[in-house]
């Protein structure tokens, strides 16, 4: 079990978060292919590498071109990223232009993915429903956007900051909730808790006022879906039937968990390879509006549709164009949240929509809304390359969009001359705001902060979905990564970086630099050095004892100072076996997000406890360097003793900040 090991781990609980795996973690994957096969990857999504030049450019938006155009992709990159099969849909001007599916929806029995009559989970797709009814609810003036949340709810969300969290906060992931990843995923139906229970049990803590950093929150999405239930008086799985599905005729859609049997009988597997072909269990979210939702692509199209007819049966036209174009900036010019969906203009061609994964399906809801055309696109694997999937369905919605709107076209823009200073200025470490805080699982924030540096050409190079990437200056403050269209940009005040984010994660989620005392670039070389003090001390104890005993040696110490000594040394054992203990717990609840449950409660208070060592190992320490300062010792001999108690401290410093020293088993 390596420090690198569990750094590796929280990776995996970024990875394992029903929206964005990757692109939550800047760190770097093993697993994930090298740039040059991601561009390779980007190649073939775009479908022009076997095109001639004459024929690049906007094509005309056919069925016969579009299925083509999806034939020629979809079967080459499910075999590339080994994905057992995909499903998209594609909608215009009002009518279904066309859905296909490819690859299979079964492995063993080779059932073919079917767009009319299989289902897929689309993650956080979902939240896009529960926002549409938060909507129908402010349509109807039971809901106001602006008002406290608490208004609408039988329990209180406590006071923090002094503001109160408000619906729209709500909508635009500004709630300021910090991550809540507890049963987020289970496998046992019977695990399960209502969404009552649920919202009421696992109040995550508030970590910054209302209004002011986006922080993806599915808490937050299942607090909405409450609203909705609360507000209405039914069930949600109730009001979403009624008010959603059956208008829109989507009869082969369900929030329900675990499925209808009817439904059930057309579920696609879910894989996490085609090398590993043994069908997954069928994913159990508690915090169901905000990703609970299995449909087919055919069905998702019903709702593109009435959302591009001005909200056709769902919304009136001014609640749609509200739901739609209200924008919460943070980082000017990235994409920014609407009420619900999200930015995802690409160059000049403007878009919403919404991604979304579980642990097996990573989907993607796109809709041009100039054009009145949209996309869907789900994939049952997540694939042998860390990351594929991601690809797949991010650059699907970007490829099609270049290949028919002549606004995709990538524009010619140059460095600027104030590259070098302005990266200068934003090199440096930096945290998620999307983490938990309070809890031990903070030590993901830690584990997962981002680097970026500067090149010699004053590019900054920070990495893209686990990719190594650069990006080049070309407004102040904002730049472009080589070779993709996404942006990122900074905001600064008194000549220090605020925040930062990039697309496609600036609507929900920004970096800024941690404090001091909790910025990698000083700890981790501190404990690293802890760890080599310690494991040198508790290496070279039985050592130097086996050599006494070889060569009948004396024992150096008498009286206190020996047994100083001897306690430090256990201590110090103590103190190692706390770091390891964390370790394999952490990497074995990441191992698989369905285990994060309160089954892991009793391993996880026996390691809070454990945390009473640590003060005793430091009180050894201090103890044994006092022996040691008072007897005539070696200036080694006294050197080592002040490095025990140092090291101590900093390993105490990393639980304090990792959220190990908490008490809580919300997280």
């Known amino acids: 079990m390596t420090f690198a090991r569990m750094k590796r781990g929280a990776a995996a609980l970024a990875a394992s978060i029903l929206w964005l795996p990757c692109f939550a973690s800047a760190q770097p994957d093993p697993l994930v292919p090298e740039p040059a096969d991601a561009q390779a990857e980007e190649a073939v999504l775009a479908g022009r590498a076997a095109e001639p030049e004459a024929a690049k450019g906007p094509h005309m938006l056919t ?45 063993e029995t080779q059932k073919p993915m079917d767009p009319a009559s299989t289902l897929v989970r689309p993650g956080s797709v979902s939240k896009l429903f ?36 408000t619906v729209r906060n709500l909508l635009t ?31 995550p803590a508030r970590v910054f006022p209302p209004g002011t950093t986006p922080a993806y929150s599915n808490y937050a999405t299942a607090l909405a879906g409450y609203i909705v239930q609360h507000v209405s008086g039914q069930s949600f799985d109730d009001y979403i039937d009624e008010y959603i599905f059956a208008p829109l005729g989507m009869k082969h859609s369900s929030f329900r968990q675990p499925l209808p049997d009817e439904l059930a009988a057309m579920m696609s597997q879910g894989y996490e390879d085609v090398f590993k072909a043994e069908p997954q269990y069928y994913e159990i979210i508690p915090a169901a509006p905000a990703g609970s939702l299995a449909a087919t692509a055919d069905d998702m199209a019903k709702f593109m549709i009435a959302h591009l007819d001005n909200g056709g049966v769902l919304l009136s036209p001014e609640t749609a ?28 061609l403007r878009s919403i929509g919404h991604g979304g994964d579980t642990m097996f399906f990573h989907s993607n809801l796109s809709l041009f809304l100039d054009h009145n055309v949209g996309l869907f696109v789900s994939v049952n694997s997540s694939g042998s390359k860390g990351g594929g999937s991601l690809f797949l369905r991010e650059r699907l919605a970007n490829n099609f969009g270049e290949r028919y709107f002549a606004e995709a076209a990538p524009v010619e823009e140059t460095t600027l001359d104030t590259a070098a200073a302005h990266g200068a200025e934003i090199a440096g470490v930096y945290e998620v705001s999307r983490s938990p805080v309070t809890n031990f699982m903070a030590v993901s924030r830690f584990l997962g902060q981002a680097k970026i540096t500067v090149d010699e050409n004053g590019d900054l190079l920070f990495p893209f979905v686990s990719v190594p990437a650069r990006w080049r200056e070309v407004e102040p403050y904002v730049w472009r990564r080589v070779g993709g269209d996404e942006r990122l940009a900074a905001t600064i005040a008194d000549g220090k970086v605020k925040q930062l984010s990039f697309e496609p994660v600036s609507p929900f989620m920004t970096y800024s630099p941690p ?153």
């Open 63 to 107: 069925k016969a071109d579009v299925d083509a155009w999806l034939d020629g992709v979809m079967p080459y990159a499910l075999e590339d990223l080994d994905i057992a099969g995909a499903v998209v849909s594609v909608v215009k001007d009002g009518e279904l232009l066309t859905s296909r599916g490819y690859g299979y929806a079964d492995l």
């Open 130 to 165: 529960t926002w549409t009814a938060v909507m129908q609810l402010v349509e109807q003036g039971k809901v106001d956007l602006d008002e406290d949340v608490n208004a609408y709810l039988d329990f209180t969300i406590p006071e923090a900051f002094g503001a109160p969290i």
């Open 173 to 203: 992931h500004t709630s300021g909730f910090e991550e809540a990843i507890k049963t987020l995923i289970v496998k046992d139906p019977a695990n399960m808790p209502d969404l009552e229970k649920y919202v009421k049990e696992s109040i």
């Open 321 to 348: 164009e509200e739901m739609h174009t209200t924008l919460d900036p943070h980082l000017p010019p990235l994409n920014a949240m609407a009420l619900g969906f999200y930015q995802q203009d690409h160059y000049g």
């Open 515 to 667: 404090p001091w005392h909790r910025s990698s670039a000083l700890l981790t070389p501190l404990l690293a050095a802890a760890i080599l003090v310690l494991g040198a001390t508790a290496l070279f104890w039985p050592v130097r004892a086996i050599v006494r005993a070889r060569y009948k040696g004396a024992f150096p110490h008498q009286g206190a100072t020996a047994l100083s000594h001897r306690v430090v040394r256990i201590g110090v054992y103590v103190v190692l076996a706390y770091l390891i203990g964390w370790m394999a717990l952490f990497t074995s609840m990441m191992s698989d997000i369905s285990n994060l449950t309160a089954a892991m409660d009793a391993p996880v208070r026996i390691m809070q406890i454990a945390q009473v060592a640590l003060y005793a190992a430091l009180l050894a320490a201090v103890w044994n360097a006092y022996n040691v300062w008072t007897a005539r010792s070696s200036w080694f001999a006294k050197f080592w003793s002040v490095l025990l108690p140092l090291a101590i401290i900093v390993v105490i410093w990393f639980a304090a900040i990792s959220g190990f020293l908490s008490f809580d088993l919300t997280y």
